[in-house]
């Protein structure tokens, strides 16, 4: 009975933190982004815990801490610099070799940290690219941890990726190109 409650609980937990994280992606304001993945990645830390996904819990935890970071340094208009993205990857690596226990725990530690430099350079055109390869691949670890709405979870954060760039990137972009060409 523990377990299914554990399950319901860890499954609602994961609902609210891929809310959080559909909402970021439907933005095109970097500092808004990063405080709702923030939230994103500690709820998700809580439901990898539940579920005994512990590596995947931790590398959430450092993205909230490095969300955090950024962001701070962002509103204070200071530059995230390379040492500090060269720090958190090298925590990542540590924490990674020292919780490494099977062959699938490789997948959070990448995915960590390609998120790392995704959100430490500006474009954030590049951190949408970045969460729709990583969802794909978050699918195959959340399959075998038994994170089933965050599976769910997955698949819409390719569709609504895939619906931001179309918004973004390539409308603004074709929208950019009429205008040129109606100038010219």
């Known amino acids: 009975?523990?377990?299914?409650?554990?399950?319901?609980?860890?499954?609602?937990?994961?609902?609210?933190?891929?809310?959080?994280?559909?909402?970021?992606?439907?933005?095109?304001?970097?500092?808004?982004?990063?405080?709702?993945?923030?939230?994103?990645n500690f709820l998700y830390a809580i439901q990898y815990f539940l579920i005994g996904a512990n590596i995947a819990a931790i590398m959430n935890l450092v993205s909230t801490v490095r969300y955090y970071i950024y962001n701070k340094n962002e509103e204070k208009g200071k530059e995230n610099s390379y040492t500090m993205l060269v720090t958190f990857i090298l925590i990542i690596?540590?924490?990674?070799?020292?919780?490494y226990n099977e062959i699938i725990n490789i997948i959070p530690?990448?995915?960590?940290?390609?998120?790392?430099?995704?959100?430490?350079?500006?474009?954030?055109?590049?951190?949408?690219?970045?969460?729709?390869?990583?969802?794909?691949?978050?699918?195959?670890?959340?399959?075998?941890?038994?994170?089933?709405?965050?599976?769910?979870?997955?698949?819409?954060?390719?569709?609504?990726?895939?619906?931001?760039i179309l918004k973004f990137d390539i409308h603004k972009n074709l929208k950019n190109n009429i205008k040129k060409h109606q100038n010219n």
């Open 109 to 164: 530690i990448i995915i960590t940290i390609a998120y790392t430099y995704a959100t430490w350079q500006k474009n954030v055109k590049i951190i949408r690219y970045t969460i729709i390869i990583a969802a794909i691949i978050w699918i195959f670890y959340n399959s075998y941890v038994g994170a089933y709405i965050t599976i769910i979870g997955n698949i819409l954060e390719i569709v609504f990726n895939f619906i931001a």
């Open 93 to 99: 690596l540590v924490i990674g070799i020292f919780t």
């Open 1 to 40: 009975m523990n377990s299914i409650i554990t399950l319901i609980i860890s499954n609602l937990i994961g609902s609210i933190a891929l809310a959080f994280w559909i909402i970021s992606t439907q933005t095109n304001k970097k500092n808004i982004l990063m405080k709702l993945q923030l939230l994103a």
